[in-house]
């Protein structure tokens, strides 16, 4: 068995990579829009199905990393985000730009990012060290976006749109490296779990009822970081704050997540995870509501990103973990990729209905106030959560 730390590393290391550049897409809205001469929504609508996708693919994808490791399934992954990244560059309507940043990149996500690195890692790392090892890998996430959204910015300026895209691409390639580290045969760690087969687990988990709120929960999720990481960039610059407020505002929002996703991981090896889950929630109510609240100037914006990006993505480590300690890790990846399906959903919903409320009123007004109400009710319906590991007949 790989040393934990190897794993973890890799594993970092490639989420860094594929979800920074994934970060970076909502800077490429305006010139593409303009140089293709096509609305928000047309733009939106791309981005919504490389979400969709990303999500329809990850039980599946999921499943093949249970069954023959993590390290195939990136390899797969980050040959067809390069492919697509590069299609993108060259393309020159709307069309293209579903087949390559949509339909391409989203499937490419599910085989790159936190359902496969998150299994292979969770199956080497001891229970009692698990949220600690998960809040580590979802903060590379952020480290990718904190450190790829100047970055993309600057070759934007640059290069143009089409040429940044390509120089993108091949730091995405890097992942096929570091797919080793995560390679490998899946083997339960040291705990006795019983060994259910797939099928059994997908029904144990179909009758939690805790499960399906956790799909709930990461549905709102989804909806508010797509929305904001697609059309927080264009809605500065609409109210005269210009792009390069928006590049800071989403590098910012990579920064404190760092910070974030390690705090909210370790907090689940000390603190019932579904009470954390539940004040993230309200901590995001509570960071919207001031924001529309307060006027808009840089100081409100970059304030806001900050504290939105400390809670950004600090829901990964623990919904992930909150599966895992429910019902153990052996089909992690997949059980976890259907919850990240409903992430998604809601990842297309806040990215397409983003857009589609714009060209429709010329205002996120109402989009805004959607975030603010569906995040409250997310802090709600994590209470109930039975949070207990399954009781099953132990293996002999």
């Not at 304030?303 to 089909?331: D, E, H, K, N």
């Amino acid at each position: 068995m790989r040393r934990p730390l190897t794993v973890i590393v890799c594993a970092s290391l490639i989420v860094t990579l594929a979800m920074g550049v994934r970060q970076t897409f909502g800077l490429f809205l305006p010139p593409i829009s303009i140089e293709l001469g096509i609305g928000r929504q047309s733009f939106g609508l791309a981005i919504a199905i490389s979400n969709l996708l990303f999500g329809l693919a990850q039980p599946f994808v999921g499943a093949i990393a249970d069954r023959h490791g993590a390290g195939r399934v990136v390899v797969a992954g980050t040959l067809l985000y390069v492919a697509g990244m590069v299609g993108a560059a060259q393309v020159g309507s709307a069309i293209g730009l579903h087949l390559t940043l949509g339909v391409m990149v989203g499937v490419a996500m599910a085989a790159t990012t936190f359902v496969v690195v998150l299994g292979a890692v969770g199956r080497v790392v001891p229970a009692e060290r698990r949220g600690l090892a998960f809040g580590i890998v979802t903060a590379g996430g952020s480290l990718g976006q904190f450190l790829l959204v100047p970055t993309a910015q600057v070759l934007l300026v640059e290069f143009g749109y089409r040429l940044a895209l390509i120089a993108l691409a091949g730091a995405v390639a890097i992942c096929i490296a570091l797919a080793a580290g995560v390679a490998g045969a899946p083997k339960p760690p040291g705990e006795k779990e019983p060994q259910l087969s797939l099928g059994e687990a997908l029904k144990e988990a179909a009758r939690h009822r805790g499960y399906w709120l956790l799909n709930a929960g990461f549905f709102v999720c989804g909806f508010q970081l797509v929305f904001i990481g697609t059309h927080f960039p264009a809605y500065l610059s609409d109210r005269g704050l210009g792009l390069e407020i928006g590049a800071s505002a989403l590098a910012l929002i990579g920064l404190f997540n760092i910070f974030g996703s390690y705090l909210f991981g370790l907090s689940g090896d000390f603190w019932r995870r579904k009470y954390v889950l539940s004040g993230i929630y309200a901590g995001r109510a509570v960071v919207v509501a001031l924001f529309l609240a307060l006027p808009l100037s840089p100081v409100t914006a970059l304030l806001f990103a900050g504290a939105m990006g400390f809670l950004w993505l600090g829901t990964v480590p623990l919904t992930s973990g909150l599966i895992g300690q429910i019902f153990g890790v052996r089909y992690l990846s997949t059980l976890y990729g259907i919850v990240f399906l409903s992430h998604q959903l809601g990842s297309f919903c806040g990215a397409w209905l983003g857009g589609y409320a714009f060209d429709r009123t010329g205002s996120y007004e109402s989009v805004w106030i959607a975030t603010f109400v569906l995040a409250a009710a997310a802090a709600l319906i994590h209470l109930p959560i039975r949070d207990g590991p399954q009781l099953r007949p132990q293996p002999a």
